[in-house]
């Protein structure tokens, strides 16, 4: 229905478009054949100006008549009482034959006949005796007006001629002048007729328009109309939807109650059985974890010591070798000491590491090979400084010393007394490995002599040798004992 309306509406405004359209087309072209009539006229104006102008003497082709009058009005449109505007065309662009003997005579507009007949009134009463009544507004009469016009001018001297001349000539020019005004107040008049017309043709365009926006806006209120329509048809639809969908909720939920209602009781059983169940299996699945975790917990310590029995043994291996190169010992420490791990530690174990000096954990020791190597070394000056004091001599005591150890005789035998005699027991306790007996009879056969402070550091060297000897047997020995007990 509402297409049917937009359809008959649109249909109405092009009928409206295609009327103003035409309208407006007549307008234009009877406006157009107006302005050519009207250019028409303007031209014939022209052209009799000026075959006026180009007669000899100025006035050869001049008829006098006395069909008109110079003040004579052109019929243009006129406004009716009504305030409409009268469209009907001004009688001079039709009347497109007009002749020049129509026009009013130039003589008798400025009655130039007065002034030529001064000196002729004799002859003219003569010839107007002799002549036969003619009734005016005739051609005869125009005939013989004209004939007595010229009579006279023939008869007149040569200065009146050109009197004349002269007057014919401002003759003209005031008829163009006139002539001029006249056309120009014909234009003004058609102009304002043109422009009223062109006033009634915008109305009426503002009037097509206003009843175009009328039915635009009809248009707009059915179609308004038609979509509200529709969407309180949705609405009602969707409601009806919900409505629907509600009561199919509420049967699915009193069928739901009905079977949870019926079902409950053989639930509430099953699940009293399941439980039963269950709680025996995990009752034996919780004995079968316990002893498995007590299996596991002793496997587990049992790996951990044997584990922490091979980490101590390749902490013992590493640092025997360590100490046969005579490098640092720092790494072998630390892995002696976290084989146990965060298990908890061994205090025979710390003992051992706590006693360990320093220097020869951060350096290194000597090996037996250097440290007999660099008793050899020492040998000679040993046996030099030891005949100074400890106090110092002078010069003569120092070349004394060096020719006196240049000449002793070597001693042998462990019992001898002397600095040869201990300097012989050092290499004897070297070559039998016994570092710490060699330290020790080393530093009593030097003790009060000047040599005390030259062999200070070898003893040192060999001191520390020993205790990380025994350091090392005793936890080679540990681990020996600790991988019994776990076998």
């Avoid at 100074?388 to 001898?416: C, D, F, Y």
């Amino acid at each position: 229905m509402s297409d049917t309306k937009d359809q008959e509406a649109t249909q109405r405004t092009e009928k409206i478009s295609l009327l103003a359209s035409e309208e407006q087309k007549e307008s234009d072209r009877g406006l157009k054949d107006k302005v050519s009539q009207l250019s028409v006229h303007s031209k014939d104006e022209e052209s009799r100006n000026v075959s006026a102008e180009n007669l000899p003497g100025g006035y050869a082709g001049n008829k006098p008549s006395t069909s008109g009058k110079a003040d004579e009005k052109l019929n243009v449109p006129q406004e009716q009482k009504d305030g409409s505007v009268n469209t009907k065309e001004p009688e001079f662009i039709h009347s497109e034959s007009v002749s020049v003997s129509n026009r009013p005579s130039l003589l008798e507009a400025y009655y130039l006949n007065q002034r030529i007949t001064q000196g002729n009134e004799q002859h003219t009463e003569k010839k107007n005796d002799s002549s036969p009544d003619v009734p005016r507004d005739t051609e005869e009469y125009e005939r013989v007006k004209e004939t007595d016009f010229v009579n006279r001018v023939h008869t007149e001297s040569a200065p009146n001629i050109v009197d004349v001349l002269e007057l014919v000539h401002a003759a003209e020019r005031r008829q163009a002048e006139l002539d001029a005004q006249v056309h120009e107040e014909a234009n003004k008049k058609l102009k304002q007729a043109f422009q009223k017309e062109l006033k009634n043709a915008q109305a009426r365009e503002a009037m097509y328009a206003d009843e175009v926006n009328n039915l635009a806006r009809e248009i707009m209120l059915e179609k308004e109309k038609a979509a509200s329509a529709l969407e309180l048809e949705r609405k009602m639809a969707e409601e009806k939807l919900l409505e629907e969908l509600r009561h199919k909720e509420e049967e699915a939920d009193l069928k739901l109650k009905k079977a949870e209602l019926l079902s409950k009781s053989e639930i509430a059983a099953a699940v009293a059985e399941e439980k039963l169940t269950y709680m025996k299996d995990v009752r034996n699945v919780k004995q079968e974890l316990e002893a498995l975790h007590m299996i596991l917990s002793t496997q587990s310590e049992d790996f951990h010591q044997s584990h922490t029995v091979h980490k101590l043994a390749v902490g013992a291996f590493a640092l025997e070798d360590a100490m046969k190169r005579g490098g640092p010992l720092n790494k072998e420490i630390t892995l002696i000491s976290s084989s146990y791990g965060d298990s908890g530690s061994d205090p025979l174990l710390d003992a051992v590491i706590s006693c360990l000096p320093e220097a020869a954990i951060k350096r290194g020791t000597l090996t037996p090979s250097q440290l007999s190597q660099k008793f050899e070394d020492l040998k000679s000056e040993v046996l030099e400084l030891s005949l100074i004091p400890s106090t110092g001599g002078g010069l003569i005591s120092h070349v004394a010393a060096k020719l006196v150890s240049a000449m002793k005789v070597k001693e042998s035998g462990r019992h001898s007394g002397g600095i040869a005699a201990a300097v012989s027991k050092v290499q004897c306790y070297l070559a039998e490995g016994k570092l710490s007996d060699a330290a020790e009879v080393l530093e009593n056969g030097v003790q009060g002599t000047k040599a005390e402070v030259v062999v200070a550091d070898w003893v040192k060297s060999a001191r520390d040798r020993a205790v990380m000897e025994q350091m090392l047997l005793l936890l080679q020995a540990h681990a020996t004992a600790t991988a019994s007990s776990l076998a």
